[in-house]
C-alpha cells in the first residue's frame, strides 16, 4: 500500500535561521502518528510543509502521494485540518460554520447536507447546532472546529496542538474519536504536550531544535532508551539531545531521578 | 489607603518609556506627525487665493487693454495667462475647470477710455468654490475702484473738468455654476467623495484583517480556496454595501440638503461606482499590509487627513505649493471631486470627465494588482 506520507530530508529557513532541519519520515495509511517536543521545536513548521501552507526551502515530501511542492492544492482537498486556535467563526452559529467549511471544500447541495449531517451525527453536536460558537465552551468548541475538518472525507487528518487548554474530559472525548476515526482507516498527524495522548498513538515523532531525533512506536521507543515512561523518555532526549538547553541545567540541579 | 509609593509609580512609568520605545509605529507617529501634520496645514490651509488661473478674451487689443491686464495679474489673486477668442472657449476652459475666472474686454474698451467715456470689462467667476470665487470678486472691485480713480485724476487733469458722474471703469462680475455662492452647494458633493472614501475604506480594511486576528486565515489557507474567490467573496459585500450608502448620501444631498445636481445622475452613479472600486482597492491593500484591525484603522486615518487637506476639498488645489499638489494628484479622491463637483455644479458630462474617470480606473487597476499580489495564500 502507498504511503500516507513520505518525507525527505526536509528544510526550512527563514532567512538564517533554520526552523526545520533534514526531516525523514513515513507513515502508512490508517496509523496515528504523533509529534512531541518542547515548544518552538519545529513541530508546526513541518506540519505546516505537510499541509501546502509552507513551501519548503529543502528536500522533497508526498501526502496521499501528491508532491507538496507541486500539487499543493490537491493535497488541501483530501486533508483535513485543525489548529490549536480552532480557527471558527465566533459570530456564526455551529451550523453557519460547517455550511461555511462544507462550501469552502466544494461541497454542494444535497452532498453537502449529507456530509453535515454525518459529522453532526458522528461528534455528537446535534443539539449545539443552532447555538453561536462564541457561546460554546472550549471543548465543544474544539468538537465543532474537528467537525468543520472532517465534512469532506479526508483521508489524512492533520491536527496541530487539538488538546491544548481543554479538560481532561473534553480531551478524553476527543480522543476517542481520533480512534474511532482511526479504525475507519482515517490516517491521523497530531501534535500534542500531553504524554498520555501519546502513549495512545501507533508511532511517536521526538521533535527537537527543528530535527526528528526519534521515530517509532511509544512500546519501542521505550524499550530502546530503557525508560519505564514517555515522560522520562521525553526528559532523556532533551538531557541527551540538548546539553546547552537552559531547561536541562534546572533539571540536573533539581536532581531529579 | 496606602501612602502614595514612588517605587510603584516609577515602576509604572519605566515600564510605559519601554513601551513606547519598543512601539516603533507609536513612536515614529510621536515624532513625525506632528511635524507632517504642521508643515501640511501650514502650506495646505491656506485661505489666501493667490495666482488662479484666469482666461482672457481681449477684443480690444489695445495699450489700455494690455495695461488693464497686467494690473489684473498684479493683484497675484489671478494669472491671466490663456488668451481666447470667443465665448465657447470661455465656456471650455470654466466648464473643465483650467480656468477660475473669464475676464472679456469688449472692443470699445480702448477707445472708450481714450475718449473719456465709461469702459465696461465683463468678469466671469467661477462660484463652484465660494471662498475662491469671493476673493476674486473683491479683488476685481478694488481694482475696478483702484483704476477708476486713477482714470478721473487723469482725466481732471486732463481736462480740467471730469466730463460725467459716472465711473470710467465699470467691472461687472457674474458669477457662474453656483450663483448665490452658498457653501453647502460646493461642500455637500465633496462629502459624497470623502464620507464614501473613509467609511468603506474601513469597513473593507478590517474584512481581512479580522480573519488573520482571529485566526481563521491560517484555517482557510490549508483548505483549496483559491485567492480569488476569497477576495471577491470578500469584496463583493462591501460594493453592494458601498453602493447603498452611496445612494443613501446622494438622496440626503438632494432631498434633504437641496443640493440637486445639474448634471447626468446616471452618469454620476457610474462614475461613483467607479470611485468606489477605487476606494475598496485601498482598503483591501492596508487589510493586506496590516496585522491587527487597529493597525487598519490607524492607516485609514493617516489616509483621511491629506485626502481633507490636499484633494481640493476645502482649499483650492491651484493655490498650494508644486509638493503638496503632486500630494494631492497621488490621492483617488482628488480626481473623484473634480467629477462630483463637475456634475453637480456645472452640469458637465464625460467630455469634461474623462480624465479624471481614466485616472481613477489607473487607480482601481493598479491597487487592485497591488493588493492582489501582497494577498498571498501562503504563510510564506
Given amino acids: ?102 462550501g469552502v471544500y466544494g461541497l454542494r447541495g444535497k452532498m453537502a447536507r449529507a456530509e453535515k449531517l454525518r459529522v453532526i451525527e458522528l461528534i455528537g453536536l446535534g443539539e449545539r447546532t443552532p447555538q453561536l460558537v462564541s457561546s ?122 | 489607603m496606602s501612602r502614595f509609593s514612588w517605587t510603584r509609580f516609577i515602576a509604572v512609568l ?60 498684479n493683484t497675484q489673486y489671478l ?57 476674486v470678486m473683491s479683488a476685481f472691485q478694488m481694482l475696478g475702484l483702484d483704476k477708476s480713480l486713477q482714470l478721473q485724476s487723469e482725466r481732471l487733469v486732463a481736462m480740467g473738468t471730469v466730463a460725467g458722474m459716472s465711473t470710467p471703469l465699470n467691472i461687472e462680475t457674474r458669477v457662474w455654476y453656483n450663483p448665490d455662492m452658498k457653501s453647502k452647494v460646493f461642500n455637500i458633493p465633496a462629502l459624497i467623495g470623502l464620507i464614501l472614501q473613509n467609511v468603506i475604506a474601513m469597513l473593507t480594511s478590517f474584512a481581512i484583517v479580522r480573519e488573520k486576528e482571529r485566526g481563521t486565515m491560517e484555517q482557510l489557507i490549508v483548505t483549496p480556496i483559491r485567492s480569488l474567490e476569497l477576495l471577491l467573496g470578500k469584496l463583493l459585500p462591501f460594493v453592494f454595501i458601498g453602493f447603498v450608502s452611496l445612494i443613501l448620501i446622494l438622496a440626503t444631498g438632494i432631498f434633504w440638503f437641496g443640493v440637486v445636481p445639474i448634471g447626468s445622475i446616471p452618469l454620476l452613479v457610474l462614475l461613483s461606482t467607479i470611485f468606489l472600486f477605487t476606494i475598496l482597492a485601498i482598503g483591501l491593500l492596508i487589510s493586506s499590509v496590516a496585522k491587527t484591525q487597529l493597525q487598519a484603522m490607524q492607516m485609514t486615518f493617516i489616509l483621511i487627513l491629506p485626502s481633507i487637506l490636499l484633494s481640493g476639498f476645502i482649499f483650492p488645489r491651484e493655490t498650494m505649493p508644486k509638493l503638496l499638489v503632486i500630494m494631492g494628484g497621488l490621492l483617488p479622491l482628488t480626481y473623484f471631486l473634480e467629477i462630483v463637483r463637475g456634475i453637480f455644479l456645472k452640469g458637465v458630462g464625460i467630455e469634461y470627465l474623462w480624465q479624471d474617470t481614466l485616472t481613477l480606473c489607473a487607480f482601481a487597476v493598479v491597487l487592485l494588482a497591488i493588493a492582489a499580489k501582497k494577498f498571498k495564500k501562503n504563510l510564506d
Avoid at chain 2, 476652459?93 to 480702448?110: T, V
Fill in chain 1, 1 to 102: 500500500m502507498d504511503l500516507a506520507i513520505d518525507c525527505q530530508g526536509l528544510v526550512k529557513r527563514f532567512g538564517t535561521y533554520t526552523a526545520v532541519q533534514g526531516v525523514t519520515f513515513q507513515l502508512p495509511p490508517g496509523a496515528i502518528m504523533g509529534f512531541v517536543g518542547p515548544n518552538g521545536a519545529g513541530k508546526t513548521t513541518i506540519i505546516r510543509m505537510l499541509c501546502g501552507v509552507l513551501v519548503p526551502t529543502e528536500g522533497q515530501a508526498t501526502v496521499l502521494g501528491y508532491d507538496v511542492l507541486t500539487q499543493p492544492e490537491e493535497i488541501k482537498q483530501r486533508i483535513g485540518y485543525m489548529s490549536q486556535k480552532f480557527s471558527l467563526y465566533d459570530d456564526l452559529t455551529v451550523s453557519e460554520n460547517l455550511d461555511f467549511y462544507a
Fill in chain 2, 14 to 73: 519605566k515600564k510605559e518609556f519601554i513601551h513606547i520605545r519598543r512601539d516603533r509605529a507609536s513612536l515614529i507617529m510621536a515624532v513625525a506627525m506632528p511635524i507632517g501634520m504642521l508643515l501640511l496645514f501650514g502650506y495646505a490651509v491656506n485661505t489666501d487665493v493667490e495666482h488662479l488661473p484666469a482666461v482672457v478674451w481681449d477684443q480690444s487689443q489695445t495699450a489700455d487693454s494690455r495695461d488693464f491686464i497686467t494690473s489684473v495679474r
Fill in chain 1, 136 to 257: 460554546l465552551s472550549g471543548g465543544w468548541k474544539q468538537r465543532v472546529a474537528l467537525a468543520c475538518a472532517l465534512l469532506h472525507n479526508p483521508q489524512l487528518l492533520i491536527l496541530d496542538e487539538p488538546t491544548a487548554g481543554v479538560d481532561p474530559v473534553s480531551r478524553r472525548i476527543f480522543w476517542d474519536l481520533i480512534h474511532l476515526l482511526s479504525k475507519e482507516g482515517m490516517t491521523v498527524l497530531v501534535s500534542t504536550h500531553y504524554m498520555d495522548e501519546a502513549a495512545t498513538c501507533d508511532y511517536l515523532g521526538f521533535v527537537f531544535y527543528g530535527r526528528l531525533i526519534a521515530v517509532g512506536s511509544p512500546e519501542d521507543m521505550k524499550k530502546r532508551e530503557g525508560k519505564d515512561n514517555l515522560d522520562d523518555l521525553f526528559i532523556y532526549y532533551v538531557e541527551h539531545e540538548a546539553s546547552d538547553d537552559p531547561r536541562n541545567l534546572m533539571i540536573k540541579k533539581g536532581g531529579r531521578g
Fill in chain 2, 79 to 135: 494669472n491671466p495667462d490663456n488668451f481666447v477668442q470667443g465665448y465657447t472657449q470661455i465656456e471650455n476652459y470654466l466648464d473643465s475647470g483650467k480656468a477660475r475666472a473669464a475676464l472679456i474686454i469688449p472692443p470699445d474698451f480702448g477707445k472708450n477710455l481714450q475718449g473719456g467715456k465709461q469702459a465696461n470689462v465683463q468678469v466671469l467667476v467661477d462660484g463652484s468654490d465660494p471662498t475662491v470665487a469671493r476673493a
